[in-house]
């Protein structure tokens, strides 16, 4: 390119003005070495935009230099240049294309030759029927390139066969034997006797030998590849994506690294900038490589307001629900585990301290130190991930939750410092977003960030509070508790149906809210408890408001409930006639089991034989117990099954029934348990011991598996009932890690 920069700064020896180059001075074909076909699009596209930056002439072909009037003094300037640029895409196109591709402007054949040869062109689709005709001429090297049989290949001797088309998707040799890492052998023998240029050689779907090494994480294939031909990781497929956007998207963090390290940007390519840019950090987020994504963030801050086609990188973050630990749904076990794993979080990069020709340096974050005590607590962690495979896991969950989080902090930070009309504009849709799937994260950051936004509404006039209230999302709810002095008047505001806030507490939630709570009944009473609670933090005039269809919040809460007050009280029903039945079996037995007690009575006086025994005693008491409480629990299920089944019923009244039956039938079952276990003891000799003890063991059995299935329900229920821990209860939102 030293030439090309040479000639463009000598003047042309005619005596015009013009200030471009002379065709005698400067000979495309010593910088565009190929002639355009349809497999090599995008390699002559770069050297041919390469040349034509270099020469200062792109402004022709971009339209930034229109063509002047013909009677203009500056037409005759424009046509020789003009003219020069076409020469040029004259001598680097096949003949055959000539007549149909090179009339008009310069520009115009450029938009043309893009249309015609790009790899959404129809031309592609009857030159792939021309293509394919021969296929059956290269089975046995399409066969050696998938086996990576490079002594079967190297006896195909037909000329040009590694550049031979022998797939129906247009693939070479070189690009089926890049797919897998096992082809080592094979691709550097191919990369070998191939030309620079034909190693970009792309599919139907423009892809690249590159491409599909970074799809596959091929790393060594990568590397054969660009060390041969170092332009291949700038040719774009047919969605515009580089081999850096393919290995984004695949999730490929060893070659994202390797192909950082040889894309770099200069005054023609921009690859992290733009529409490229925005595309690379949505495919990292998608990939969850948010430690590579806040490092190209911090480098390139523009991209926080950027957006493709399909959602901005706040819309793409706000919708991850694994990537915070209110999407991660962990056991009892897996919880405590988390919580008590203690990380040292890396710093990440500084990229005003990096060179910007050292990419791999400028998206790593910079090796911690760590002390002798920190190097031991890591060396036992890592001896206890391998005993217990599932700890690392979880660390690493937690590791992820940790970089996300920073990655949404310095992005929102970023579109905060915008002016505010384009700063509500972005924030508004991922608020909505995380509102919507629950993500109080990111509700909370972006409130932390751009206090404004708890003003912000949608395209239905709704704030994020309305959403969190129609979709039952507790977490995002608890955040109005920050705003004590607004809240009234955020649940005063209506939607463009009039809703306010209470409305959409009457509105019954979506299936998909409703059955995190086990049975019809409780979750009729968790949508009370919704009701009541926006109730009480709405304005008292909020309670008589009408909406456009001319309801008020009691009035849409009735209507769109009734078939949750029938589920329920099917619910209900159901259930106290399985535990009656199951609570007069426990009456019975035990009552029986009073009268003919172990050991039998004294003929003469009555006694029970075994009476001095203290393990009588036990006997008794179990048997009384077991007797009150289930007789208890027959009662409550009982007075369950004469309910009227109101609709208000569902709060307290019902539930605590319930809660009280299950709880006595439980106890009753464990007393039953009991008394059976002391009546073996004393009918067996103490030789035997080991008898009562085996079977009371297997005794306890149903009780355990009663306990187990039945105590979180409720658990969930006396939690609903009383409150306690009842997340929407609480004044302060449990907050998030800084």
Request: glycine letters at 4%; a neutral charge.
């Amino acid at each position: 390119m030293a030439s090309s920069s040479s000639s463009s700064s000598r003047k042309c020896p005619c005596p015009c003005p013009c200030p471009c180059p002379c065709p005698s001075e400067v000979n495309v074909t010593n910088f565009v070495s190929i002639k355009l076909s349809r497999t090599n699009y995008s390699i002559w596209r770069r050297q041919m935009l390469k040349f034509i930056v270099s020469q200062g002439l792109d402004g022709f072909i971009h339209g930034e230099i229109p063509q002047p009037d013909k009677k203009s003094p500056g037409y005759q300037d424009w046509e020789r240049s003009d003219s020069l640029l076409r020469s040029w895409f004259k001598s680097t196109i096949g003949e055959c294309e000539h007549d149909a591709t090179l009339q008009g402007t310069a520009e115009s054949i450029w938009t043309k030759l893009g249309n015609n040869f790009g790899q959404s062109s129809g031309y592609w689709q009857e030159a792939r029927k021309e293509a394919c005709k021969d296929l059956n001429r290269y089975l046995l090297l399409h066969e050696a390139a998938l086996n990576g049989d490079w002594e079967a290949a190297r006896k195909f001797n037909e000329k040009d066969a590694f550049r031979a088309i022998i797939t129906e998707h247009w693939e070479t040799a070189l690009i089926v034997a890049c797919r897998s890492v096992k082809r080592k052998h094979f691709v550097k023998e191919l990369v070998e006797r191939m030309s620079p240029d034909d190693l970009g050689l792309a599919d139907r779907f423009g892809l690249t030998a590159l491409h599909v090494a970074a799809g596959a994480d091929n790393i060594e294939a990568a590397k054969l590849l660009v060390n041969k031909n170092p332009d291949l990781p700038y040719l774009s497929d047919a969605d515009r994506s580089l081999p850096l956007h393919r290995a984004a998207l695949f999730g490929r963090k060893k070659m994202v690294h390797y192909l950082l390290t040889v894309t770099k940007e200069d005054d023609l390519e921009k690859p992290f900038e733009g529409d490229s840019g925005v595309k690379l950090l949505r495919f990292l987020i998608d990939s969850r490589l948010y430690d590579i994504a806040l490092n190209l963030l911090k480098r390139y801050p523009n991209l926080a307001s950027g957006s493709d086609c399909i959602a901005s990188p706040l819309e793409a973050i706000a919708v991850k629900r694994s990537a915070f630990p209110s999407g991660t749904s962990l056991n009892l076990w897996q919880q405590m585990v988390y919580s008590g794993i203690s990380l040292k979080l890396e710093n990440f990069a500084n990229h005003n301290k990096r060179d910007t020709e050292n990419p791999q340096d400028m998206f790593n974050s910079r090796t911690p130190h760590f002390t002798v005590k920190q190097k031991i607590t890591a060396g036992i962690l890592r001896v206890a991930e391998i005993l217990v495979p599932q700890l690392k896991h979880i660390r690493e969950e937690k590791v992820i939750h940790h970089q996300a989080l920073e990655f949404l902090k310095h992005l929102c930070k970023e579109v905060a410092k915008l002016d505010y009309i384009q700063a509500c504009e972005i924030f508004e849709e991922p608020l909505t977003l995380a509102a919507d799937t629950g993500i109080h994260e990111v509700v909370k950051v972006i409130f932390d960030s751009f206090p404004n936004a708890v003003y912000l509404r949608d395209w239905r006039e709704r704030t994020v509070f309305h959403v969190a209230i129609m979709n039952r999302c507790e977490n995002v709810f608890k955040l109005i508790y920050q705003f004590e002095e607004l809240r009234h008047v955020i649940f005063a505001v209506k939607d463009k149906k009039e809703n306010t806030g209470l409305h959409f507490a009457g509105r019954l939630a979506r299936r998909q809210s409703r059955t995190s709570v086990p049975g019809a009944a409780l979750q009729m009473q968790r949508e009370l408890h919704w009701f009541k609670e926006v109730e009480r933090l709405s304005w008292p005039q909020d309670k008589d408001q009408k909406n456009k269809d001319n309801k008020t919040p009691q009035e849409l809460f009735n209507k769109t409930h009734e078939d949750l007050v029938r589920e329920g009280e099917r619910w209900m029903r159901e259930t106290a006639n399985s535990c009656t039945i199951v609570a007069a079996l426990v009456a019975t037995v035990v009552f029986a089991a009073a009268i003919t007690v172990p050991g039998g009575n004294n003929q003469d006086s009555g006694v029970p034989i075994l009476s001095k025994e203290k393990s009588f005693l036990i006997f008794i008491i179990s048997d009384a117990c077991a007797l009150f409480t289930s007789t208890f629990s027959l009662l409550m299920f009982l007075f369950i099954l004469t309910s009227r089944f109101a609709q208000e019923d569902f709060l307290y009244s019902l539930p605590k029934r319930l809660i009280y039956g299950l709880v006595s039938l439980f106890l009753s079952i464990i007393f039953m348990m009991t008394a059976f276990a002391v009546t073996l003891y004393l009918m067996l000799e103490l030789k035997q011991i080991w008898i009562p003890i085996l079977v009371a063991a297997l005794a306890y059995l149903p009780v355990t598996i009663f306990a187990w299935l039945q105590f979180p329900p409720l658990l969930d229920m006396i939690k609903s009932t009383y409150g306690f821990g009842s997340s929407i209860y609480w004044k302060k939102s449990d907050g998030i890690p800084s």
